[in-house]
């Protein structure tokens, strides 16, 4: 048929050039500009001198084409070129007059998935992330995104910072995790402001593995017990043996502790209940909640077994 004709016979430039007039097309053939795409996308060699030249105009459906050639081969656009082609589009949503701009948030969602792809920074980054007036959450966090595995410098860490103590709790998070990955030391002086919700702390928990002192600050901030889970029992004995007179700290991790119903939980709760220069109430609190634990387990266990045998 027609389309296995061009699989094997057609130039890829010709059928790049097919695949600009179909886009442009009022009624579309949604179905053969798909196939085509594959066609092209699926070969060694790929039109990109062509589809580089054709960027700079391309609707939203052809500039997706087109970076996913550029990506697929393995070549880069310009970072000049990049950059203004970027300014252009973002030029047109901030455009007061453009009174239908989703044409320019879907093209620069694009843009920004090649420059994850790539590893590519823009400047145009902090201009987008730190514009209010014309602020978009789905631009924001495409870039936030975009960036996990790229190299950050300190004017975008500066702006991260930023958005980790205004912006709403998934950019922030983002945020968080990206200025771990490049600035772990600037995590300190922000983190106590970050750590303000129980969905939050879920959500950087694995930011806190390892950092007590950080940990520590969270515990205070009145996190449910039921935040935690085995995976924490290492960090949360740890802080509690240098807890010394903090009676309050003490209360909570031991309580934790008890929640989480696991031996190994039931274990250091067993052999702070045996430390002799400890008070006895907290040495009786840590019993109890051991006790407990274990009889919640053990009719857990009960249960489960009677399923299995009924």
């Known amino acids: 048929n027609y389309l296995e004709i061009i699989e094997k016979e057609g130039k890829s430039e010709l059928l790049l050039q097919t695949l600009v007039k179909m886009t442009f097309c009022r009624e579309k053939d949604e179905e053969m500009i798909n196939k085509i795409k594959n066609v092209i996308l699926n070969r060694e060699e790929m039109p990109v001198k062509e589809a580089l030249a054709l960027l700079p105009d391309a609707n939203n459906q052809l500039s997706e084409v087109i970076l996913q050639i550029i990506v697929r081969s393995n070549k880069g656009i310009p970072i000049k070129d990049l950059e203004a082609l970027m300014q252009k589009k973002w030029g047109k949503y901030t455009d007061e007059s453009n009174d239908d701009n989703e044409q320019e948030i879907k093209i620069l969602q694009r843009f920004i998935w090649y420059c994850g792809c790539m590893k590519i920074v823009p400047q145009i980054y902090l201009e987008i ?61 922000i983190f106590e402001e970050i750590i303000d919700t129980p969905q939050a702390f879920l959500q950087l ?21 039921s935040s935690f889970n085995e995976k924490d029992i290492n960090d949360l004995t740890s802080i509690l043996k240098t807890a010394e007179k903090d009676d ?12 989480i119903n696991n031996e190994k939980a039931e274990k250091e709760l067993d052999d702070f209940s045996k430390i002799k220069d400890q008070k006895k109430e907290l040495k009786n609190f840590a019993l109890r909640l051991k006790r407990k634990s274990e009889r919640i387990r053990n009719k857990i266990t009960s249960s489960e077994w009677l399923e299995v045998i009924a």
């Not at 514009?131 to 190299?151: H, P």
């Not at 593995?209 to 205070?220: H, Q, T, V």
């Open 129 to 189: 992330l730190e514009n209010k007036k014309s602020r978009n959450r789905i631009l924001n966090i495409a870039i936030l995104q975009a960036l996990e595995n790229c190299k950050i410098d300190k004017d975008l860490i500066s702006v991260l910072k930023n958005i980790t103590l205004y912006d709403e709790s998934e950019l922030r998070i983002l945020a968080v995790k990206l200025i771990e990955k490049n600035a772990s030391k600037e995590i300190n002086s």
């Open 205 to 225: 928990k694995d930011i806190l593995s390892g950092k007590k002192e950080l940990l520590k600050k969270a515990l205070k901030t009145g996190i449910p017990i």
């Open 248 to 259: 309050e700290l003490i209360f909570t991790i031991l309580e934790i502790l008890g929640n």
